[in-house]
């Protein structure tokens, strides 16, 4: 009897490998994707639109000879640093990607009169830092 379950043993085993290896389900089909050339990603986190923002308001407070007093210069100032910081800019870096924003706002052109749009934001962004 031991010799008869030893053979049903290995002629299970040997059915049973190839049977498994059928078994196996199919590898799943790729899947379809679909490219938007026209969508908008916007994929800069939060602190990079911030630090954007404060760049684009400095310049515009540079172009347009702007005087900002205390404490809204120190409040810039150190909210910068902590944005640059952030994202690991410092020297050179973070001047050049000052200087690249500064370059935009330059290029979509600026309205420094009193009372535009271009001025109104630019005020009310100092307003925050100054806290008023």
Not at 75 to 84: F, G, P, S, T, V
Not at 89 to 109: F, M, N, P, R
Not at 118 to 125: F, N, S
Request: aromatic content about 4%; glycine content about 6%; proline content about 6%.
């Amino acid at each position: 009897m031991p010799r008869f379950a030893l053979a049903l043993s290995v002629l299970a085993l040997t059915i049973a490998a190839p049977l498994a290896q059928e078994a196996t389900p199919a590898p799943a089909a790729a899947p379809t994707i679909t490219v938007d050339p026209g969508a908008v990603v916007d994929a800069m986190p939060k602190q990079g639109q911030l630090l954007t923002g404060l760049y684009a308001t400095q310049a515009t407070i540079e172009l347009c000879n702007i005087t900002v007093v205390e404490p809204g210069v120190t409040a810039m100032a150190a909210h910068r640093r902590q944005l640059e910081s952030d994202f690991h800019l410092e020297g050179e870096s973070a001047i050049k990607a000052y200087e690249t924003v500064k370059a935009d706002v330059e290029k979509a052109g600026i309205d420094c009169a009193e009372g535009s749009a271009d001025r109104q934001q630019t005020d009310a962004v100092i307003a925050v830092y100054s806290g008023t």
